[in-house]
């Protein structure tokens, strides 16, 4: 994203209210989902593969739905990077807020789920009054890397540790009381992954949530982000109990179950522009061709 871009979205923040910029944003998702031939094939793959009981032209609607929350999400991060708390905070709603506050300063991970609001939903909860950690990959675009980590850490106290350094970092912060949000639900390759069914399709997931638990002693968390109807609501869900087991496949196999649902509360609005099934048990063909 060049400055120019940048610049140009900044004058539609100052110049539109929100509604519109939503709209604005969906309108651009369906530009997308018309012009960009290979980002559709792989949404349409993904729900192929997710939900097979549907006919192909309920996948074709969903799958232009998708774009559609992609578009707005996409629009509406111009909050984050340059609105006011209470641009913020209009914007993004809590709902079981009382659950979270239940476990301050207590070890906690936060599942953290990628559908279309996650961004503005991290930067609703940074507002809260509590060191949050995060880790962090780096954007290869500079422009946009800075507007990311100007977003993230603008409210309140943020500790975003780098993907390069590690698990101990994470480990260190959930033990000293701060808020994990945590991200595990995408396809990161092999590595510290097993094959667990996510739709029924094995589909590598990586263990470090029950892991991460196991080692700190936090309580797990979900809090997911959604549209509804002319706003987002970040929900923080009761914490799971007797999480995590002495099993953790069966613990990783449960976060895909309790991604499912929500998933097919709003299918639109999970990220199906990524491979989620690009990892393959050996043997098993490609599935994006």
């Not at 675009?141 to 390069?164: K, V």
Request: a positive charge; glycine letters at 6%.
């Amino acid at each position: 994203m060049s400055r120019l871009a940048i610049a140009f979205l900044w004058l539609l923040w100052r110049l539109l209210p929100m509604p519109v910029l939503a709209r604005l944003g969906e309108g651009l998702g369906v530009l997308l989902h018309a012009l960009v031939k290979s980002r559709r094939r792989i949404v349409l793959t993904n729900l192929r593969l997710s939900f097979p009981e549907l006919s192909d032209d309920a996948r074709a609607q969903l799958a232009k739905a998708h774009f559609r929350a992609i578009g707005r999400s996409s629009m509406l991060e111009t909050i984050s990077w340059w609105g006011s708390r209470a641009e913020v905070e209009r914007t993004v709603r809590f709902e079981g807020l009382e659950n979270f506050n239940a476990h301050v300063g207590k070890p906690l991970i936060l599942f953290s789920p990628h559908f279309v609001g996650l961004n503005l939903g991290g930067v609703r909860v940074s507002q809260l009054p509590a060191t949050f950690a995060s880790m962090y990959k780096p954007i290869r675009n500079p422009h946009l890397d800075r507007l990311m980590l100007h977003a993230r850490t603008r409210f309140g106290q943020s500790e975003l540790i780098s993907n390069l350094d590690g698990i101990k970092p994470v480990i260190r912060a959930i033990r000293k009381g701060h808020p994990f949000y945590y991200l595990p639900d995408m396809d990161y390759g092999p590595r510290d992954a097993v094959f667990v069914p996510f739709f029924g399709v094995p589909a590598a997931t990586i263990t470090g949530m029950p892991r991460l638990a196991r080692a700190t002693g936090a309580a797990v968390m979900p809090c997911v982000t959604r549209w509804m109807g002319d706003h987002y609501v970040t929900r923080f869900y009761p914490a799971w109990e007797n999480y995590p087991t002495d099993d953790v496949i069966a613990d990783t196999r449960f976060m895909n179950a309790f991604l499912e649902d929500r998933v097919r509360e709003m299918p639109e609005q999970y990220f199906w522009l990524h491979r989620r099934f690009a990892t393959r048990p050996e043997g098993e063909p490609e599935l994006y061709d």
